[in-house]
């Protein structure tokens, strides 16, 4: 996630660089993204709740093998997907 776009609401114009996890998403918000076209989606698509869920930590295995990292399906969502981003140093 690159960004959100806030068009249309207070603040009209106003852009979210790099949200965090406890930036809400609204009606009418633009989210800027980067990805793979299949792998956005598929994001698209994906339900909300526990089958939601479940593609999550499905997609977080097969990006881990893409790295080559060890599947961690046994964390929780947050947990994988922190641990298959790049270290900064």
């Not at 994906?46 to 977080?60: K, N, Q, S």
């Amino acid at each position: 996630m690159l960004g959100i776009e806030r068009g249309g609401r207070t603040g009209e114009g106003a852009y979210v660089g790099v949200p965090r996890g406890p930036t809400g998403v609204h009606a009418g918000d633009v989210l800027v993204t980067y990805g793979r076209a299949a792998h956005l989606d598929e994001l698209d698509r994906r339900p909300a709740g526990a089958a939601g869920d479940r593609a999550h930590a499905e997609a977080v295995a097969r990006h881990h093998r893409t790295l080559g990292l060890p599947d961690r399906r046994g964390e929780s969502p947050a947990a994988a997907t922190r641990s298959a981003m790049p270290r900064t140093t």
